[in-house]
């Protein structure tokens, strides 16, 4: 080889290679870091090391390293002494690179890429999506006249380049169907088309696309991908898939859209909106995102395995969604193509490790941490519930110096009277009080008599309070045992030690409380350190919170809160499992089988279902009776006992007017927690006080944890911004400060790919070396930009985007266009897509007629074929179809069952809803055809289109036909297509002439036809009109 | 897809169109669709070798088959009945949730009698006497092992080489890959078992097409009146209006497509012309009336009854014979943690007398050379009673260390006996096959090199067999 000499070393060593090519520059971003992302990396990347390899090709210090001996993999302008090039232009196989083995390829170009980039300097450059976007300025093109915002300067600069021309704008009413679609998932209405198309105004279209922007349908628009990117279900998924309930955070993120809140925000209260200072409800509700994971609620699994993959899931969602990095390929080693370690990877997994929850997720419903999350609806009558017992207890407040004069007369009365106790009775559900008590034995007790147990005896209360594991109670009684207390006091248990219920019993004086639907691995069990001393009477109160977790439990000896330790905490499947039976006897003094019966004494049992105040349970718990505290001077009472005489003389004895609202504040309080039982919940995220430990797991399993790590960030990418706290909230922070490269250009590709069905950059999931380069690099960093500089305001970039000239092209393509190309990518015309899955639906509803518009609330079931839970799910999961007006409700409110997925939306490419799905796919398949021509959706909903043609459409037939096209088209039909809609009018009405045929045709669906119609014309309509529903133009945005 | 060809294409078929009578179109227009155009076609330079087999029959036994009662003699563990299973042989693995606690582990061999049967001399257990007349046709694999222990992530890695959820499943890589040889038919059929008992939840990803198009996602065929979900036409609507409906539907596409030039209008038309041959294929398909009564007497006394697991073998051949490429049957309530014996039999007596009888029928139409016919689950069972063990009655738990499967047909060895476990069928003490290898094995018979089927999705070259994976020489012809 000569002495290097920039052309004619080309020529030497490439033989034949065209000068040109050598000539043309080449970029390393563009053009050299994809091949050796794809071709090299696999072993000379990231991960090198752990394959033993020396040579690596992911930074230029490692590739222009001296290897040993001189050996460079690259050596800037000198092929020959590039191992690079030698090996993968080595003649003898065995040399080559890729090895064969890897099934790894480079083709001609890709050699000569790498050869002309080592000849033109080997010039390397960060990966170009780690570089912050710098706003670039507006390129020179040739055509001025085209651009109607700086969108079309960049994607026409491109066209000239490519020598293409793009295409004249769609019509009015195209354009007006595109953007209606595209901003609200629904086709403009005949009247709307009209009034566009008749608007001579020079901002028609801009008031247009504002009309639309402000219409709420437009946050159910937007929230639809979203759903996708956060694996938004209504169920658990894994094998028992049992049902879960997020809508509220689904409703959060529709209003969020709606009014237009801030990109940063919306990602900020998503990450870690509970750890804002001053959370709100909504704020709290937001951090659902990274709840909507799968969870196992099987009964085998190792609760261990699965907390690590939900932590993995925020991970590796949070992360496509929002950063376009597949950092969850580093879980199990280094990445193999991206500059993260598996270190990186696991600092990154603590930011989302500190969540209390279990690995084993609740059965039925949400798993804790969860929040209630009460509608607006239901924030308004709780307030008025609020307001009403003001209204009292401003009666009270104001008559207080009155009501304390009573107060102290009546306590002059009692004092020497006859012995009275207060107990509250409100919410009573049971009580024992042994006075006259004919089951068990009888003593004289704590108040009145007591029931004597002696290890033998049990009072069986009956099938009584069947309370499960989501119901809260309240257990009480008086104890008294001569040896430490020890047995079952109060039960509702299968018999047998361990057996199914609940319990309170006392372990040689610790007072012990079990909620067991499965020993051992079901149950919770907590019991106190303090022991209850023998000899003399003590009270007892367990309260729960219906939150299925032992912090749910808590214990009161003597009225005093006692700290438990939590034996067992795992209860996840309710008394009543798979819908099966809880049938055994509220008993006193016995359950858990002959031997923990009681030996003692028992007293006052009260149950109650609710939750007593502390301030309640102490005043219970006083035991003596109110005529010796009101014989006490007044400032030697305690505060419960003051709190007691008032209880007391504001139920029975104050003047009638504060008896009834003492009475009515009462019944206020029940009512209000009645409603506040009624409120949704929402899974939400949440700290735990004490940090989690996160450690490295080796090979990624649960189960072998390596060094321990702190949160942290890619070395590769900034650092958290200055003063933002080391957690959660602070990574949050990050995602959205300005230094952030990715946020903002992933965010604005996607929603770019709403529009254009294809991202800027295709791989929409993946802005790292394996990613795309963008086709149109400057573009993306401007409107990037554009989206911060203009306060990372969603609706202004939507609006920004379906102005843009390059939006507004027709998206007619010639032969020769769509061969130079296929998929628009040049956006030489306009986006021409088959509507999403659930727009497929929407419109075809609208059209219809038979849309029920409702913002929000619990997700719907409407049609679905028969038995499809029956065949494949559990035993007790059926599919109960809604009723109307919910069997009509947009289809982004359909419950969504992860592991059955509803058919029309699987047919019609919608995301799984199992993991984060941010590309959109479409196929062209023989089952969506059966679909939109057998589905009773689409023929309920033809027959109504085709009821509306005769209804609404006129009196002639061509009228009517015209009518129906439009209506779902949004244009009228051609005069060859309205031939054949003529045509296939008058062969159904020939066809429907059998009046049997026309009324069995038209039995499709639950709403009824107007009766008024003839079926035989009625029948021809529908049938037209599902020629009209499965056009493809119908299901395709244009 | 070639939009010149497509061009040309669609002027043909304008011009059959403009000709044709109704109700012509369809038989046409399947063989003017261009190779290109079919849904059927599969990837570029598949098959990357001469295949032996050229479809599937997968019978999925879902719930974990007990090996111990089934395939894995152990004729010295009735000296151990009752004792402890040994530390030295458990090792400290883990076990599920719902033995994790118990407090001793009895080991409890199997009440069922084990026989030789073939040439061969395949050991193989008395629930089976069918299967064992004919060994010599089957591959018996004893030492598979997975690493999940648990229903839902066994079976999502028996399906889709993962354990969880986002991955295609085996026959939507293979739909992709090799595409169908029936215009007419999805390339990849499922048929769920109805009328069991006690089982376990599937569910849809266990067919499904994960990260690859939808197109290639399991369609599941149903008893009933509807095999495919939307394959009837409404009550009232009768086939000659639905043809002609079809051909206003082309004929007001084609017009758009002349005004828009979108290809995708093509590839619609096509498919409404598959759909309606669906409609007529499907239930011809599915109608079991002109099945002559030899089969039914070969497949058992469940063969008429819809939606059986025997019926759904029947289909399964009748699917092999129109070329479709992969069958999947799921027959659950093998999950027996209480009651085993009973339940074991009562399974058997559902299974055995159709897997048999399969094998036979595919033999005697020459079909069984060509055809791969795999059996098993997702895990095998424990050695150790779950629960009291007492003369009649003994349970087992979920046992992913080892467990049985057997394979027969096109590239597979008959009367082989592959692996060995130890005494107690706890681990594999020789020649270990875990799910990478068998998918590498099945797709190896199908001319497929494993590391070579796939799929670029967030950056990664996806396989079935994720980066691992060994074709299992021995199981071979």
Redesign the interface.
């Known amino acids: 080889m000569l002495g290097f000499h920039p052309k004619l070393g080309i020529v030497l060593a490439a033989g034949c290679l065209n000068l040109l090519a050598a000539e043309k520059p080449v970029a390393f971003n563009r053009d050299v870091r994809p091949i050796l992302s794809d071709k090299c990396f696999v072993c000379h990347g990231p991960d090198a090391a752990a394959k033993g390899v020396p040579m690596r090709l992911d930074s230029e210090a490692a590739a222009k390293a001296d290897l040993g001996g001189g050996r460079r993999a690259v050596v800037p302008g000198d092929l020959d002494a590039s191992h690079l090039v030698r090996r993968i232009t080595a003649d003898r196989p065995a040399l080559r690179m890729p090895p064969v083995a890897s099934n790894l390829a480079l083709t001609p170009p890709e050699i000569e890429t790498l050869r002309n980039w080592v000849i033109q300097g080997a010039k390397w450059e960060k990966h170009w999506s780690f570089i912050p976007p710098a706003r670039p300025p507006l390129p020179e093109v040739k055509n001025r006249a085209w651009p109607r915002n700086g969108i079309d300067w960049f994607v026409l600069e491109r066209l000239e380049a490519e020598g293409l021309q793009p295409s004249p704008a769609a019509g009015r009413a195209t354009l007006l169907r595109r953007v209606s679609l595209d901003l609200t998932g629904l086709p403009p209405s005949p009247a709307e088309i009209d009034a566009f198309v008749n608007d001579p105004s020079p901002d028609a279209y801009e008031k247009a696309v504002d009309r639309l922007l402000a219409s709420p349908r437009y946050g159910e628009r937007m929230a639809t991908p979203w759903l996708n990117a956060a694996r938004y279900a209504d169920t658990n998924g894994y094998q028992y898939d049992g049902e879960r309930y997020m809508w509220r955070w689904r409703d959060w993120v529709i209003d969020a859209f709606n009014r237009n809140q801030p990109f940063n925000r919306f990602t900020l209260e998503q990450i870690a909106g509970d750890m804002l200072p001053g959370a709100t409800l909504d704020q709290k509700i937001a951090t659902g995102f990274n709840r909507n994971h799968r969870a196992n609620t099987e009964d085998g699994i190792v609760a261990e395995e699965y907390a690590v993959e939900y932590v993995v899931d925020r991970v590796e969602t949070t992360a496509t969604a929002f950063l376009g990095l597949t950092l969850g390929c580093a879980r199990c080693h280094n990445h193999k193509y991206d500059p993260f370690t598996q270190k990186e990877f696991y600092q990154v997994y603590s930011y989302f490790n500190n969540v209390p929850e279990l690995g084993r997720a609740m059965k039925y419903g949400n798993s804790p941490p969860l929040l209630p999350a009460p509608t607006a609806d239901q924030q308004t009558r709780r307030d008025e519930l609020e307001r009403r017992m003001e209204v009292h207890q401003k009666l009270l407040r104001d008559h207080q110096p009155e009501l304390e004069r009573a107060q102290a007369a009546w306590e002059r009365r009692i004092r020497e009277g006859e012995a009275v106790h207060w107990v509250p009775s409100s919410g009573l559900d049971l009580a024992v009080s042994f006075d006259g008590e004919g089951r068990v034995p009888v003593a004289p007790g704590r108040i009145g008599m007591a029931g004597v147990f002696d290890g033998n005896a049990e009072l069986d209360a009956g099938d009584v309070l069947g309370y499960d594991i989501q119901d809260r109670f309240t257990l009480s009684a008086w104890v008294r045992s001569d040896s430490a207390p020890h047995g079952s006091v109060l039960s509702k248990m299968a018999d047998k030690p361990d057996g199914k219920g609940y319990g309170l019993y006392l372990n040689h004086g610790k007072v012990h409380v079990h909620l067991t639907s499965n020993y051992v691995n079901d149950a919770i069990r907590v019991e106190t350190e303090e022991v209850v001393p023998a000899g003399s009477w003590h009270h007892l109160t367990v309260t729960y919170t219906g939150s299925r977790m032992a912090e749910g439990v808590a214990v009161y000896i003597d009225g005093r809160a006692a700290p438990v330790k939590v034996l067992m905490d795992t209860l996840y499947r309710p008394f009543r499992n798979a819908g099966g039976e809880f049938k055994h006897p509220f008993r006193v003094g016995g359950g858990a089988g002959p031997e923990r019966r009681f030996r003692g004494w028992i007293d006052d049992v009260r149950v109650y279902g609710r939750i007593l105040q502390p301030e309640e349970i102490s005043a219970i718990a006083l035991g003596d009776p109110l005529n010796a505290v009101a014989r006490k001077p007044a400032e030697q009472r305690s505060d419960i006992e003051r709190l007691k005489l008032r209880w007391y003389f504001l139920e029975h004895a104050a003047a009638p007017e504060y008896r009834e609202a003492w009475k009515q504040l009462v019944e206020l309080t029940r009512e209000k927690e009645k409603l506040e039982r009624t409120f949704p919940t929402v899974m939400v995220m949440a700290e735990r006080p004490v940090p989690n430990e996160t450690h490295l797991l080796v090979r990624g399993a649960y189960d072998k944890p390596g060094e321990k790590v702190e949160p942290g960030l890619p070395a590769v990418l900034p650092p958290l911004p200055a003063g933002a706290p080391n957690n959660r909230l602070g990574f949050a922070m990050w995602l959205v400060d300005p230094s952030n490269p990715l946020t903002a250009r992933v965010a604005v590709n996607r929603f770019w790919q709403a529009y254009f069905g294809v991202g800027l950059v295709k791989t929409t999931e993946d802005f790292g070396a394996q990613g795309e380069w963008p086709s149109h690099p400057e573009l993306l960093d401007w409107l990037a930009t554009e989206f911060v500089r203009t306060g990372w305001d969603v609706k202004a970039l939507q609006k920004l985007i379906v102005t843009s000239a390059t939006y507004r092209q027709s998206s007619r393509v010639t032969p020769e266009l769509l061969r130079r190309d296929p998929e628009n990518r040049l956006l030489a015309r306009g986006p021409r897509q088959r509507l999403p899955a659930e727009m497929v639906r929407d419109q075809a509803l609208y059209s219809a007629g038979l849309l029920a518009e409702k913002l929000g609330g619990p997700s719907v079931k409407p049609y679905q074929p028969d038995g499809l839970w029956k065949e494949i799910a559990m035993q007790d999961m059926d599919y109960v179809q809604s009723k109307a007006p919910d069997l009509y409700r947009r289809s982004l409110y359909t419950f969504w069952k992860r592991t059955i997925a509803p058919p029309l939306m699987v047919n019609f490419d919608a995301a799984n809803h199992e993991s984060c799905v941010v590309r959109e796919t479409r196929t062209n398949t023989p089952l969506q055809a059966l679909n939109l021509m057998n589905d009773v959706t689409f023929l309920e909903a033809a027959r109504f289109v085709g009821q509306r043609m005769v209804t609404e459409g006129g009196q002639d037939r061509d009228a009517r036909l015209r009518y129906g096209f439009r209506l779902v088209t949004g244009r009228p039909p051609a005069a060859a297509e309205a031939e054949t809609l003529r045509n296939a009018l008058n062969f159904h009405l020939d066809y429907f002439s059998n009046e049997a045929a026309a009324k069995t045709y038209l039995e499709q669906g639950d709403s009824p036809s107007d009766p008024s119609l003839h079926p035989r014309e009625l029948a021809s309509y529908a049938a037209v009109a599902s020629l009209i529903l499965n056009l493809d133009e119908t299901i395709t945005k244009e | 897809m070639d939009?010149?060809q497509e061009?040309r294409l669609l002027l043909t078929r304008r011009h059959f169109f403009s000709r044709a009578s109704t109700g012509l179109g369809a038989a046409a227009l399947s063989s003017l669709l261009p190779a290109g155009l079919r849904?059927g076609a599969g990837a570029s330079g598949l098959p990357h070798f001469a295949p032996k087999a050229k479809r599937v029959i997968y019978l999925f036994q879902h719930g974990g088959p007990s090996q111990l009662d089934l395939f894995d003699y152990k004729p010295n563990l009735h000296a151990q009945r009752g004792k402890d299973l040994p530390d030295s042989v458990r090792m400290g693995q883990?076990l599920?949730?719902?033995t994790?606690?118990q407090t001793n582990f009895p080991t409890a061999p199997s009440i069922f009698r084990f026989r030789q049967h073939g040439k061969s001399g395949m050991c193989l257990s008395e629930l089976l006497p069918h299967l064992s007349g004919v060994a010599d046709e089957i591959a018996l694999i004893r030492s598979m092992h997975t690493e999940a222990?648990?229903?839902?992530?066994a079976v999502t890695f028996l399906q889709t080489g993962f354990q969880?959820?986002?991955r295609p499943s085996m026959g939507s890589w293979l739909a992709y890959g090799l595409g169908s040889e029936n215009q007419d038919l999805p390339s990849f059929v499922v048929m769920?078992s109805?009328g069991v008992g006690?089982?376990?939840?599937?569910?849809?990803?266990s067919w499904?097409s994960g990260f690859l198009?939808?197109?290639y996602?399991g369609?599941k065929f149903?008893s009933?009146a509807?095999p495919?979900?939307?394959?009837?036409?409404?009550?009232?609507?009768?086939e000659?209006?639905?043809r002609?409906?079809l051909d206003?539907?082309a004929?007001?596409?084609e017009?758009?497509f002349k005004?828009?030039?979108?290809?995708?209008?093509s590839?619609?038309?096509a498919?409404?012309e598959?759909?309606f041959r669906?409609?007529s294929s499907v239930p011809e398909l599915a109608d079991l009336s002109k099945e002559p009564e030899s089969t039914f007497e070969m497949y058992g006394p469940d063969a008429r009854k819809p939606g059986t697991f025997a019926a759904n073998c029947i289909l399964a051949r009748r699917l092999a014979e129109r070329g479709v490429r992969f069958v999947q049957l799921?027959h659950r309530g093998w999950d027996a943690h209480g009651r085993l014996p009973k339940e074991i039999r009562g399974q058997c007596e559902q299974t055995d007398q159709p897997c048999a009888a399969l094998i036979n029928d595919l033999k005697q139409r020459g079909m069984l050379d060509d055809t791969i016919v795999v059996w098993g689950g997702e895990f095998g069972r424990t050695v150790y009673s779950q629960g009291e063990l007492t003369e009649e009655n003994y349970g087992r738990?979920?046992h992913p260390r080892c467990f049985a499967m057997w394979l027969a047909g096109g590239g597979i060895r008959g009367g082989v006996t592959h692996g060995e476990t130890d005494d107690f069928s706890y681990n594999i003490v020789k020649d270990p096959v875990d799910v990478h290898d068998l998918h590498a094995t099945i797709l190896h018979c199908l001319g497929v090199d494993h590391?070579?089927l796939?799929y670029?999705y967030?950056?990664?070259?996806f396989r079935l067999t994720d980066v691992h994976g060994k074709v299992v020489k021995p199981l071979l012809a």
Request: proline residues 7%.
């Open positions: 939009p010149l061009r849904a883990r599920t949730g719902m994790a606690f222990i648990n229903h839902d992530p969880l959820a986002g769920v109805q006690g089982t376990q939840a599937l569910a849809d990803r499904g198009p939808s197109k996602q369609v149903r009933g509807d495919v979900l939307y394959l009837s036409n409404p009550p009232g609507y009768d000659t209006a639905r002609r409906f206003d539907l004929r007001l596409n017009l758009k005004e828009s030039q979108d290809p995708e209008i590839t619609r038309i498919q409404y598959m759909a669906m409609q799921f738990d979920h590391t070579r796939t670029k967030q950056g990664r070259h």
